[in-house]
């Protein structure tokens, strides 16, 4: 079985400074890991993904993301953060089984990302 | 291109009636999935399909809930005699043909909130 926890519900920053959103994942198996973003009233946009190549995956808008499997966490980053960021943001996890398919996306709860001026 | 298109994007029935939710993936692809977003939840699979095949309704409730996805036209999502606790955000995604690493990246749509009076 596969689960996602996202650590922080709501993640608060001033326009300019780091952003680090938290993700631990469980998988039976191989993951593929994502990060989507959802502006109001807007579809789920990727961020980026990993899927089993380097471990450091860098997406669109800056943001980055750690794949580190000794502590089962994915966690997002950005250097700086801008006021365009502010948006919900979900880690993904699907299994990869061996012989199988991975299109079931498992989403954790997501973290809710205010930038203040 | 036109991403993933769903409508509509908000509705509202009464208790007992029927909803339809209508999905038309991104041009090209052949794989359409299903989730539900309870509020304060990360989204749910529901259910995955091919044209005119139903590969996975794991994620489908066992009664009223049904869902196709037709050799012509969008796929539908159907909830019939509606409750209060089908109230929610449902989200489409797509996917094109199996291309090996790609192979799980699913593309959103906006989402239909369903309001249940």
């Known amino acids: 079985a596969q689960s996602v926890t996202q650590l922080d519900s709501h993640v608060s920053v001033s326009e300019g400074t780091p952003v680090l959103l938290r993700c631990n994942y469980s998988?039976?198996?191989?993951?593929?890991l994502f990060w989507y973003v959802q502006h109001p009233n807007k579809g789920l946009q990727l961020l980026l993904k990993?899927?089993?190549?380097?471990?450091l995956v860098k997406g669109i808008n800056g943001f980055e993301a750690e794949f580190k499997k000794s502590e089962t966490s994915f966690h997002l980053t950005k250097p700086s953060a801008h006021m365009s960021d502010a948006a919900e943001y979900f880690c993904?996890?699907?299994?990869?089984?061996?012989?199988?398919?991975?299109?079931?996306?498992?989403f954790g709860k997501g973290t809710l990302l205010t930038v203040n001026p | 291109n036109a991403g993933v298109m769903q409508n509509p994007r908000h509705l509202v029935r009464r208790r007992g009636q029927e909803a339809r939710l209508r999905c038309s993936p991104v041009?090209?692809?052949?794989?359409v999935y299903w989730y539900r977003q309870l509020p304060e939840e990360g989204l749910k699979f529901m259910v995955y399909?091919?044209?005119?095949?139903?590969?996975?309704e794991s994620g489908m409730p066992k009664e009223r809930f049904s869902a196709e996805f037709p050799k012509e036209g969008p796929s539908i999502l159907r909830i019939q005699q509606v409750v209060r606790g089908d109230s929610a955000a449902y989200f489409c995604?797509?996917?094109?043909?199996?291309?090996?690493?790609?192979?799980?990246?699913?593309?959103f749509g906006a989402g239909t909130r369903l309001s249940v009076l």
């Open positions: 995604a797509s996917s094109p043909p199996e291309q090996g690493v790609v192979k799980n990246i699913q593309y």
């Open positions: 998988s039976s198996y191989s993951p593929s």
């Open positions: 990993y899927t089993s190549a380097a471990t």
């Open positions: 993904v996890v699907s299994d990869r089984r061996s012989g199988g398919s991975n299109y079931k996306l498992t």
């Open positions: 041009k090209g692809h052949s794989h």
């Open positions: 399909l091919q044209k005119e095949n139903i590969i996975d």
